[in-house]
C-alpha cells in the first residue's frame, strides 16, 4: 500500500513539473508573439508609391512622422485606414532597415464628384473648398466608401457659410451609356434651389413676345448645373423655330442666390449680342452606311431646299435618322449632323453622316427581384431575349405592355425596375441585368 502511494506521489510530482514547463512555453511563445508586434522600428524615411497623392498630405493623413518609433501595429493601422478610403483596392507595407514603404493600388471604381445646385460656387471652385475639409479628397472618390459622407458634411458646412443653415445634402450615382457609374451627383434636397427670374437684354421689338415666353417659363424652375445651358437652348431655340440660327448671346449670369421664403432663389441675366438673319435650305444630304436611300430621306424629311431652316424641324430628322440605329444593336453608332452655314447668303446645307460600327447582341439576360411565378407571368409580354439585337428601349416597353394588357388583378408585379448593362467590345455582345424593387407589404 505505501508502495503504491509512493508510485502515485511521484506521478503527481511528474505531472506537475510537466505542467509547469508546458506554462512556461506558452508564456514564452506569447511574449515572443508580444514582442515581434509590439518591437519598435525606427523608419529614417517614410515613401507612399503608386498614387499620384502628394507624399506630404499621404503623410500627415496616415499619422505617421519619419524618425518616430513605430510598432507593426502602427504600420498596419496607417495601412488599414488608407484601405478604409476607399480610394485604393490594396495597400501593403515593407521596411527594409531604414526606409518604410507603402505601396497603394488606386481603386478603380473611383469616380469624380458633380455638383447640382450649388449656386454659390463652380466646380472648380467647390471642388477646392471641400479639399482643404476632407483629407485625400481632390474631386473623385469611392461612391460606397466613408468620403461620400464626409463630403456631404463639408458641402452643409460651406452652405451654411451662405447663411443657409441645416441644408440636406443628398447624393445620387450618373450612369453613362453602358450602364456604369461614371460620376457621383451631389445635390441640396433642402431647402429648394430654385431660379428667381431671367432677365435677357439687347433684343430686338420683334422677339419680345417669344424672349418674354422664355422668361416667364425660367421662373421657378429648380435650379441645377444645366439650367444655365438650357436657358441658352430656350433663346437659341426661339430664334431657331424661324431661322436665325446664326444668333449669338452671352452665356446666363448668376446674380447673388439669397434665402427667401425658405427657398434659395437665383436670379439670372444675359444679352443677345446678335440675332443674325434668317437663313434658309440649301440642301440636305445623308452619307454612310444608313438604313435609307437618299430618296427615302428626302421623303421623310420634314424640311426642304427653299423652306426656312428650322431648327426644330431639323433636330427631327436627325432623330429619324439615329432611331434605327438605336433599335438594332448599333450602340457605338456615330451620327455627324453639322450644318454648314453660308453666312453671306444666309442659307444651310445639312448633312448626316452615318458610322454605324458594328451591331452588338444580347449574350446575357438577367431578371432580379422577381420568383419564378413572376417571371412566368411577365414573359409573354417580354420583347428582349438573349441573342436578340441590343435594344434597351424594349424594357419599359414591355414594362407597359405587361401593364396595360394583363388585368390588374393578375398583375403581381408592381414596383420599379433598374435596367443595366455591360459591353464586350470584342465579342460585340452585351449582359444586361434588370432588377425590381418590388413593394413591401
Known amino acids: 500500500m505505501a508502495r503504491s502511494w509512493g508510485k502515485l506521489a511521484s506521478m503527481r510530482a511528474c505531472w506537475r513539473t510537466s505542467s509547469l514547463w508546458v506554462v512556461l512555453a506558452v508564456v514564452v511563445l506569447c511574449a515572443c508573439g508580444w514582442t515581434q508586434e509590439q518591437q519598435e522600428y525606427l523608419p529614417k524615411n517614410i515613401v507612399f508609391s503608386g498614387s499620384t497623392l502628394s507624399?506630404?498630405?499621404?503623410?500627415?493623413?496616415?499619422?505617421?512622422?519619419?524618425?518616430?518609433?513605430?510598432?507593426?501595429?502602427?504600420?498596419?493601422?496607417?495601412?488599414?485606414?488608407?484601405?478604409?478610403?476607399?480610394?485604393?483596392?490594396?495597400?501593403?507595407?515593407?521596411?527594409?532597415?531604414?526606409?518604410?514603404?507603402?505601396?497603394?493600388?488606386?481603386?478603380p471604381t473611383v469616380v469624380p464628384a458633380e455638383y447640382a445646385n450649388f449656386p454659390w460656387w463652380d466646380d472648380k471652385a467647390l471642388n477646392a473648398a471641400v479639399a482643404a475639409r476632407v483629407p485625400l479628397f481632390h474631386g473623385a472618390l469611392y461612391p460606397g466608401g466613408p468620403m461620400r459622407d464626409e463630403v456631404g458634411r463639408a458641402l452643409a458646412?460651406?452652405?451654411a457659410t451662405k447663411g443657409v443653415q441645416g441644408a440636406v445634402i443628398a447624393t445620387a450615382p450618373?450612369?453613362?451609356?453602358?450602364?456604369?457609374?461614371?460620376?457621383i451627383l451631389y445635390h441640396i434636397d433642402a431647402p429648394p434651389v430654385v431660379v428667381e427670374g431671367f432677365h435677357v437684354e439687347d433684343y430686338s421689338g420683334v422677339w419680345t413676345k417669344p424672349v418674354l415666353e422664355v422668361e416667364k417659363s425660367a421662373a421657378g424652375i429648380p435650379f441645377d448645373g444645366l439650367t444655365r445651358d438650357k436657358l441658352a437652348d430656350a433663346l437659341?431655340?426661339?430664334?431657331?423655330?424661324?431661322?436665325?440660327i446664326g444668333m449669338t448671346m452671352t452665356t446666363p449670369a448668376l446674380g447673388e442666390p439669397k434665402?427667401?421664403?425658405?427657398?434659395?432663389?437665383?436670379?439670372?441675366?444675359?444679352?443677345?449680342?446678335?440675332?443674325?438673319?434668317?437663313?434658309?435650305?440649301?440642301?440636305?444630304?445623308?452619307?454612310?452606311?444608313?438604313?435609307?436611300?437618299?430618296?427615302?430621306?428626302?421623303?421623310?424629311?420634314?424640311?426642304?431646299?427653299?423652306?426656312?431652316?428650322?431648327?426644330?424641324?431639323?433636330?427631327?430628322?436627325?432623330?429619324?435618322?439615329?432611331?434605327?440605329?438605336?433599335?438594332?444593336?448599333?450602340?457605338?453608332?456615330?451620327?455627324?449632323?453639322?450644318?454648314?452655314?453660308?453666312?453671306?447668303?444666309?442659307?444651310?446645307?445639312y448633312t448626316i453622316t452615318v458610322q454605324p460600327g458594328p451591331a452588338y447582341r444580347v449574350a446575357k439576360l438577367t431578371l432580379t427581384g422577381l420568383d419564378d411565378q413572376q417571371k412566368a407571368e411577365l414573359m409573354p409580354y417580354w420583347l428582349l431575349h438573349e441573342g436578340d439585337e441590343f435594344n434597351?428601349?424594349?424594357?419599359?416597353?414591355?414594362?407597359?405592355?405587361?401593364?396595360?394588357?394583363?388585368?390588374?388583378?393578375l398583375q403581381s408585379i408592381h414596383g420599379d425596375f433598374d435596367a443595366k448593362w455591360s459591353v464586350n467590345p470584342i465579342a460585340h455582345t452585351v449582359d444586361v441585368v434588370v432588377k425590381f424593387d418590388q413593394p413591401q407589404n
Do not use: C
Not at 56 to 66: I, S
Not at 174 to 183: E, F, I, L, P, S
Not at 236 to 244: D, I, P, S, V
Not at 302 to 321: C, F
Open 236 to 244: 437659341h431655340a426661339a430664334y431657331g423655330r424661324l431661322g436665325f
Open 55 to 107: 507624399q506630404e498630405e499621404l503623410l500627415a493623413f496616415t499619422g505617421l512622422r519619419a524618425g518616430e518609433s513605430l510598432t507593426r501595429d502602427r504600420m498596419q493601422a496607417a495601412t488599414d485606414k488608407l484601405t478604409g478610403t476607399g480610394l485604393f483596392t490594396n495597400v501593403q507595407f515593407g521596411f527594409d532597415g531604414e526606409t518604410l514603404t507603402f505601396e497603394l493600388q488606386p481603386s
Open 392 to 409: 434597351i428601349g424594349l424594357v419599359p416597353l414591355a414594362m407597359k405592355h405587361y401593364h396595360e394588357q394583363r388585368a390588374v388583378v
Open 259 to 349: 434665402l427667401v421664403n425658405g427657398q434659395v432663389v437665383v436670379p439670372l441675366r444675359a444679352s443677345i449680342t446678335s440675332e443674325g438673319g434668317q437663313y434658309k435650305v440649301a440642301g440636305l444630304h445623308l452619307n454612310g452606311d444608313v438604313f435609307m436611300t437618299q430618296e427615302q430621306f428626302l421623303r421623310s424629311a420634314k424640311l426642304h431646299p427653299g423652306d426656312v431652316a428650322n431648327q426644330d424641324l431639323w433636330r427631327q430628322i436627325e432623330e429619324m435618322v439615329a432611331a434605327p440605329y438605336k433599335a438594332h444593336g448599333y450602340i457605338d453608332a456615330k451620327i455627324d449632323a453639322e450644318p454648314t452655314l453660308d453666312r453671306a447668303n444666309h442659307t444651310v446645307d
Open 174 to 183: 450618373v450612369w453613362d451609356a453602358h450602364g456604369d457609374q461614371k460620376a
Open 157 to 159: 458646412a460651406l452652405v
